[in-house]
């Protein structure tokens, strides 16, 4: 159930983040659709099943790049082991912490991705201030939504710790 769980929400984040980009890259505005339900699925499910969805969340977007293949990857699962060392602290459940988060891990992904963007491509990676901020606060607004929707629509198992 973990694999039918883990590939069913894949495939929702795979198409609704080629509906973010049809609708918010015409406007040069990145929003993290692969990043919630990166943390919508390290709440719900097991730690080495939410690695294991950073990863491959990551890695999608890494195909799309062209300027550092696993920089993704890698600035994903460093924000989940983040998320899941502080998720016993927080009721991720609840409105607040969903919008708080996503828009302070968006900001860490794109920093972080921009940092690494300098020390493997010889530049920092900067996708701009607009993009930053208003794919930060989309990011933050659509979470809510998204859980709640993945919560009613498709099969869960309980988080193991």
Sequence with gaps: MK???SLLI??????????????????????????IFALITANIMS????YAYAFLSGLFLDFFGSVMFGGYA????????IFRKFD????????????VIPFIFNIMLVLLY????????GKFIWQGARSLVLGSIITA?????LYR?????????????
């Design 3 to 5: 694999t039918l769980n």
């Design 10 to 35: 894949l495939l929702v984040a795979t198409i609704l983040h080629w509906v973010a980009i049809e609708t918010f890259g015409r406007v040069n505005i990145n929003v993290a659709i692969m990043l």
């Design 47 to 50: 730690k080495n099943t939410a």
């Design 74 to 81: 890698l600035v994903f699962v460093f924000l989940i082991y």
């Design 88 to 99: 016993d602290k927080i009721n991720f459940s609840e409105v607040g912490p969903q919008l």
């Design 114 to 121: 921009g940092v690494l963007g300098s020390m493997f491509a």
């Design 141 to 145: 607004l659509l979470l809510p939504i």
């Design 149 to 161: 929707g993945t919560e009613k629509f498709l099969i869960f198992t309980k988080k193991t710790r």
